[in-house]
């Protein structure tokens, strides 16, 4: 499975193309698609840092996918987001898909929104790890032995 292409602004009104756009040779992405899935993504948070701290090379993303609105609702979305986020590195690494939901979960064979999807990326893409829902010990295990074959 290939992350396909798509384009969004992180927190700094950065205009990004992923994957072309992601900054590490393995990219850590976490995908939510409802406002209460923050507490999913948030339940890997400390072992996205430690992971971060560990390999050099892998770099940590939140991709919050929303269905394309109009200009102004993106603007107020965002700046919501903004103001919740003071800091600048988890800004940077915020981007913001807007886009077809439907088409997006399709080109990623994700068949649901019920959870967050968990996907470890090389730099052109392609998946070498997937996981759905919250942190789980075993999913972790099942990350860590992907990273240490990496």
């Given at each position: 499975m290939?992350?396909?292409?798509?384009?969004?602004?992180?927190?700094?009104?950065?205009?990004?193309?992923l994957p072309?756009?992601?900054?590490?040779e393995?990219?850590?992405?976490?995908?939510?698609?409802?406002?209460?899935?923050?507490?999913?993504v948030?339940?890997?948070?400390?072992?996205?840092s430690?992971?971060?701290?560990?390999?050099?090379?892998?770099?940590?993303?939140?991709?919050?996918t929303?269905?394309?609105?109009?200009?102004?609702?993106?603007?107020?979305?965002?700046?919501?987001?903004?103001?919740?986020?003071?800091?600048?590195?988890?800004?940077?690494?915020?981007?913001?898909?807007?886009?077809?939901?439907?088409?997006f979960?399709?080109?990623?064979?994700?068949?649901?929104?019920?959870?967050?999807?968990?996907?470890l990326?090389?730099?052109?893409?392609?998946?070498?790890?997937?996981?759905?829902?919250?942190?789980?010990?075993?999913?972790?295990?099942?990350?860590?032995?992907?990273?240490?074959?990496?």
């Amino acid at each position: 499975m290939t992350f396909p292409t798509v384009s969004g602004s992180n927190l700094l009104r950065e205009k990004k193309t992923l994957p072309q756009d992601l900054q590490g040779e393995l990219n850590l992405l976490f995908i939510p698609f409802q406002q209460w899935q923050q507490r999913e993504v948030d339940s890997w948070g400390a072992l996205a840092s430690q992971l971060e701290q560990q390999h050099s090379g892998l770099a940590a993303y939140e991709l919050p996918t929303i269905e394309n609105r109009s200009a102004f609702s993106k603007l107020f979305i965002n700046e919501g987001m903004r103001a919740g986020i003071p800091n600048p590195k988890t800004r940077q690494r915020t981007i913001t898909l807007y886009l077809d939901k439907a088409d997006f979960r399709a080109a990623l064979n994700m068949p649901d929104e019920e959870h967050i999807y968990v996907l470890l990326v090389d730099r052109q893409g392609k998946e070498l790890f997937r996981a759905r829902g919250p942190y789980s010990p075993e999913a972790e295990a099942a990350l860590r032995q992907i990273l240490v074959q990496a």
